[in-house]
């Protein structure tokens, strides 16, 4: 348990529970910094006295797992009634309402924006109900980031996450970040060195936005901002999340080369194959300008991995266009890919569209994409044994003897060995390949973090 930095008249035990992306991972880290300004931080939810629940409205399936959740800590509230239950993130800020009616015994109710206030969990604590929730689904939220530098209390080991931008301005219309982040903001480039500082030492660091790619403040630019964090002393590792391919240029391409840090691996989320598909869903490229942006990374680095996301069954996706989604898939060959049935959202475009296509037919078209993704992968990971390649060591496995890590390209790689550990970077040879991970051999060690 953490200890609170500031005295208060009632020192509060809080949990948090975070479902969702690695910005919401942020978030919640965020809030640990606010919560210690008060109180205490407990990783043991059944002796907190504050339940804070950090969530994620992306797909319906996640919106529901918090009502599960809900439902289970009010069973607590009803043998506890001084316990404090508070709903965040995206789902607060998104269905304020609903939890109002579903889960009447919530306390307090706040958005993705207003989490770094201390003085809100403070009046909940003292018995009054705080309910911030807008008055339709199409409302805008107000953006703004926290310049200040945080402290990440709970942010150990050898890997960090930095938002260097919030929100979103592209409306895609199958997308409800817009109305729970609200208009993009870029943040200050001192602020973003400045929190780099209290992460000092972090092999690996990975830069998050929801549209991290257009980045720019204070006039630095995306590029210009990879430069700059390149120059970071142990920095071995950078990535970013997540960029948008209309933002995706040759100079960015450039920087995969030119930058020792900035990991070969690129995460370009094409969404469908369908010209008409991506016309409906917003997403201002075509599938000619997307394999041209895939050609810009692959003609400098042919071993640079490519992840996308996938949505299957959009409102009056055809037959023919979902195999235009396969053959976009066959053709590029995608080292990973995340893929979701199409999931109606309220307040957005799609949600108004018509032809909606049946639960059955979504799954069908998810299964079939997942048989021939899966056959492309195991192919890949074959291709990869005898190479060679640098490991950095994330601990143990649950295999005994074993250890885990991550190749330059993402690839998880278990190697049988009891000695290197989290932060050494391996040289490996690859001597095997699973469905979703690599076996190998050590070649040469070097220790990056003390
Ligand atoms: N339905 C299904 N998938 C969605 N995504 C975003 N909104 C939806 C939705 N309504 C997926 C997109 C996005 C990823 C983060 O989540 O593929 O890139
Ligand atoms: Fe959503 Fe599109 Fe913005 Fe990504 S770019 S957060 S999918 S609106």
């Known amino acids: 348990m953490e200890e609170a930095s500031q005295n208060t008249e009632t020192v509060k035990k ?18 640990f910094d606010t919560v210690k300004k008060i109180g205490l931080i407990t990783q043991v939810a ?13 797909r319906e ?41 579903r889960a009447p015994y ?17 009046k909940v604590s003292r018995g009054q109900k705080i309910i911030q929730t807008k008055r339709h689904a199409r409302q805008k939220v107000r953006n703004f980031i926290p310049e200040y530098a945080f402290q990440q209390t709970q942010h150990h080991g050898i890997k960090a996450h930095l938002a260097i931008t919030k929100g979103c301005n592209n409306h895609c219309s199958f997308c409800v970040v817009p109305f729970t982040r609200g208009r993009e903001r870029s943040r200050d480039p001192k602020s973003i060195l400045e929190e780099i500082g209290v992460l000092f030492g972090k092999a690996f660091l990975i830069i998050l936005g929801e549209n991290v790619n257009s980045y720019k403040a ?43 840090s900035l990991c070969e691996q690129m995460h370009l989320p094409l969404q469908s194959g369908s010209d008409r598909i991506l016309r409906r869903m917003r997403r201002w490229y075509t599938m000619e300008t997307f394999y041209e942006k895939v050609a810009m990374l692959r003609d400098r680095l042919p071993e640079a991995t490519i992840s996308t996301d996938l949505i299957v069954g959009f409102p009056g996706e055809t037959e023919e266009e979902f195999e235009m989604t396969m053959e976009a898939v066959r053709t590029i060959r995608f080292d990973l890919i995340y893929s979701f049935k199409y999931s109606t959202r309220p307040g957005t475009r799609a949600a108004e569209y018509p032809e909606h296509l049946a639960e059955d037919e979504k799954s069908k078209r998810l299964q079939i994409l997942l048989e021939t993704q899966g056959k492309i992968v195991q192919e890949k990971n074959e291709a990869l044994v005898g190479s060679i390649q640098e490991v950095l060591v994330q601990g143990k496995h649950y295999r005994k003897n074993s250890i885990t890590g991550r190749t330059r390209g993402n690839h998880s790689v278990h190697i049988d060995d009891s000695c290197a550990i989290a932060g050494d970077l391996l040289s490996v040879r690859i001597t095997g390949a699973l469905q979703n991970s690599l076996e190998a051999e050590i070649i040469s060690t070097s220790t990056v973090l003390s």
């Open 218 to 260: 204070n006039g630095v630019d995306f590029v210009e901002l990879l430069h700059r964090l390149d120059e970071l002393e142990n920095l071995q590792r950078l990535r970013f999340i997540s960029p948008h391919p209309k933002d995706f240029h040759e100079e960015l391409a450039d920087a995969f080369v030119t930058l020792p």
């Open 14 to 31: 809080v949990f948090i529970q975070t479902y969702g992306c690695q910005m919401n991972e942020y978030d919640s880290n965020r809030i």
């Open 61 to 101: 399936k996640a919106q529901e797992k918090v009502f599960h959740q809900l439902g289970r800590w009010k069973r607590w509230k009803d043998d506890k009634p001084n316990l404090v239950i508070g709903v965040g993130g995206c789902v607060a800020s998104q269905e304020g309402d609903a939890i109002r009616r």
């Open 46 to 58: 059944e002796e907190a006295d504050v339940l804070l629940l950090n969530t994620c409205s992306i």
């Open 106 to 122: 919530v306390d307090l109710i706040f958005g993705p924006q207003t989490l770094h206030r201390p003085e809100m969990l403070k």
